[in-house]
Every structure is written in C-alpha cells, then in structure tokens.
C-alpha cells in the first residue's frame, strides 16, 4: 500500500519517526508530506531516514514537482493519512481550502483519507473543532482517535494521539482497503495478469496487442474485494492501479512469465487475463532500423505460455483462462480448456464493437461440467460476477477447502 503520510504542526509530530516505522514494518511505502509548522516539532532529516523517500513540504519546489508532481502523488496514494492532525489542518480541510501542498493533495485525490487528530483537550471540545470534525465524516473521511490521556501541555483528557502501533494496525487492515476479513477469499492468494506486452523490434518500435487492461484490473479489484490477497502483474496500461493489489509492472511476455513464476508457490488462483503477444523478434535490433528497403523481414520465435505453463506445474492453483475471439468464439475457447488443461475459461467476441478498450462486456464462461453466459455489462461489474463465480468453482474442485456460503444462483452444470 502507497500511503502519503501528512504531518502538520502539533507537539505529537515527534511520535511520526515511529509510525513510519510501524507502517513499513507492515509493508506500506510511505512518502511523507509535512506542513512548514511541523517542522518546529520534528526534523526533515530524521523522517527521511526512516522513510527512506525525500521530504515533500513545499508546493513550489520545481526540483520535487519535475520528479513526481503533487498530482501524480495524489494519484500514487492508495491512501493519505494525517498525523497528527492539528485545528488548523482539519479546518482547512473542512472549509477546502488549499494554501499547501498537503491541503492541494487531499483535494486532488481519490484515495481515502483518514486522519489522527492530536491537540489539547479544550480545543478538541471546542465546538469549532467539533463542527470540522463532524464535517469531514460526512464526507467519508477515517477520524482515527484521539486516545483519552495525559496530555504534552500537562493536563489529562481526550485530544492525544492514538499510538502509532494502533494507527498502523487501523489502516493497515484489509478491512481498511476496502477488502472484506471475513469476505470468501479471506487468506487466499489470487495472481491476475493484465494489459498486453511489449516486444521490443528495435529502441523505437514493437510489436504488442490491442488490450486496455481494463478487464485484468477489474478482476484484481473484485479479487480484493472478496478478501484475497491480490497480485497483479501488468503490461504497459494507463490505468490506475487497483487499491489493495500488489502491482508488479512488466513490459515483455518473458518478463510477464518470470515474474509469475516468481510468485507463484503460494497462489490459490491464477487468472490470466493479460493478452500476451504469442510471438517477439527473434533479436532486438540494438540500433533504430533504417528503412532503407522496400520490403523487410522480421523472424519472430513463440513466446513462453505463460497460464499453460502454470497449468503444467504438479501443484498448479486454479487456474483461469482467456479466450477473446473474433469467430468461432465457443470452439475456439473449449480447444484452450482441454489442450491448457485449465480448470475454468473466460470466453468473449472481439471485434469492432466489443472487447478491447471498451467498457462494457459480454462473456461466456465455461469449464468441465458446466457454463454460465453473462450479458452485456460494464467490466466491473462482469468482474465482480466472474470472481463470484470463480471463487465457488474454486472451492468446489479443490475439496480439502471449506466452503463458505456463496451467492451463486443458477449455475448450468
Ligand atoms: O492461446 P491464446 O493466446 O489464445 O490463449 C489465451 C489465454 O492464454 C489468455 O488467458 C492469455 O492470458 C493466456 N496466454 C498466456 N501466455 C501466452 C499466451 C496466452 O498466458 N503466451
């Protein structure tokens, strides 16, 4: 999980060191935003150690903008989280204004955003306060605390910040990212593939297919949301990732095979969904062609089959299949279920009205035993549909497994 982490000016800013060490414990990278106030309470230097990523303060810093500007950080984020959050902060987060780079952030993200407050006593209470407070959790904003105790000013109440060990574990939680604990595939471990791959001719050119990745990042969604631990290993897409997915970028099918294999051992379902260029140039010419022919010749070898090898594997996961065909779609798709030895395949129709790039799709899915077709419908909603789905077959052939209930209705068998 990308988590932005934004200190603004109150005495517990000290306690952050901590938290970024509590939150990268439990896998989290965490570039740190701090208001100019902050840095009375607690040095630059000392969170970029324990970061280990520079120090973001300044929304004019042209040298920090040209490598990652405040809006692809706002992108970045799987999440923003605020501690402490001083009075002021929340206020300019109530009111949305953006003097700063953090408060510019938070209005330019669609990542959650959960905050820690931390002040005295009296000004938590102050109805100011509390109004701000109120304001932002109507807007759906995480109000992490504040713990009940004794206070840096000396006094003793409501107002100290929750200890970064308790904010991490919140946050951390897959309940947090959205994922549901007790969802079906709570403890499983699913490996998607997605978008096309690139291989290269020369510097300039390559050969690849014509795929959105749009279908493969919606599965990892849907995926993540059922519970599973999500891998998502991806060509090269514009899309954003998918919160709560472990993204792994590749660009060519050899890279996408590596990198499957790689994580494989401990998958419990492998989805192929990246549409994997069958053949690459035999050699990579080092230098830009020249056109200096009419007619030229490129020999292409056949790339690794990245889900019939996973198939082939003695302890092979479930695993998933794709068949986007212009004809003979049904056929075609039956062929790949037997000859890759799949436990389930992912048929659609490709052409100029449907498949690639668009948002909707139509699929029919099929498996030894048994099919189900769904209509025309938006990709996230086919993924949420074809996860349901996959999940029950998932438990259904691998019987050692306890099944939870499902919702599957009418499954033609
Ligand atoms: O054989 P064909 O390419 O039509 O099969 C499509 C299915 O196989 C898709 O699930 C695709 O992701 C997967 N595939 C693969 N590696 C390849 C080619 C296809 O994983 N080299």
Not at 124 to 138: G, Y
Not at 191 to 200: F, I, K, S, Y
Request: proline share 5%; hydrophobic share 45%.
């Amino acid at each position: 999980m990308n988590i932005v982490l934004g200190i603004s000016g109150g005495i517990a800013a000290y306690k952050t060191p901590e938290l970024v060490r509590r939150l990268r414990e439990r896998g989290a990278d965490v570039q740190i935003v701090m208001t100019a106030s902050a840095e009375e309470f607690v040095t630059p230097t000392s969170l970029q150690a324990v970061s280990g990523r520079p120090i973001r303060s300044n929304l004019w810093d042209k040298e920090a903008e040209a490598a990652m500007s405040h809006i692809e950080l706002a992108r970045w984020a799987d999440l923003v989280l605020i501690a402490p959050a001083t009075a002021e902060i929340m206020a300019r987060l109530a009111s949305g204004g953006a003097p700063d780079l953090l408060t510019t952030l938070c209005l330019a993200t669609e990542a959650p955003i959960a905050i820690a407050p931390a002040m005295n006593r009296v000004m938590w209470a102050n109805p100011a306060v509390q109004a701000n407070r109120k304001t932002l959790e109507k807007r759906g904003m995480q109000i992490l605390g504040p713990d009940h105790g004794s206070q840096a000013c000396g006094e003793t109440g409501a107002g100290r910040m929750l200890d970064p060990d308790v904010i991490a574990d919140a946050v951390c939680s897959p309940e947090f990212a959205g994922a549901s604990a007790d969802g079906v595939l709570a403890g499983k471990t699913v490996l998607v593939t997605a978008g096309p791959t690139r291989e290269p001719i020369d510097p300039v050119r390559y050969i690849t297919n014509r795929s959105s990745g749009k279908m493969g990042y919606a599965i990892a969604a849907a995926a993540h949301a059922l519970g599973a631990r999500v891998i998502l290993i991806s060509g090269p897409v514009s899309l954003q990732e998918p919160r709560g997915a472990d993204v792994v970028h590749v660009e060519t099918a050899e890279e996408m095979h590596a990198a499957t294999h790689e994580r494989i051992a401990d998958v419990d379902i492998f989805i192929a969904a990246a549409a994997v260029s069958d053949y690459r140039p035999s050699e990579a010419s080092a230098q830009k062609i020249k056109k200096t022919k009419d007619t030229m010749t490129l020999e292409l070898v056949r790339s690794p089959d990245i889900l019939a090898s996973v198939a082939a594997l003695d302890d092979a996961p479930f695993t998933v299949g794709f068949a986007a065909e212009t004809e003979n779609v049904r056929e075609y798709a039956l062929g790949k279920l037997v000859n890759k030895n799949l436990d389930m395949i992912v048929a659609n129709r490709v052409g100029a009205d449907c498949g690639f790039d668009y948002d909707d799709n139509a699929a029919e899915v099929l498996w030894s035993g048994g099919e189900k077709a769904f209509d025309k419908m938006p990709k996230s909603e086919l993924a949420a549909g074809l996860m349901d789905l996959i999940a029950a077959r998932f438990f259904a052939t691998r019987g050692a497994e306890t099944q939870p209930a499902l919702s599957i209705v009418s499954i033609k068998e």
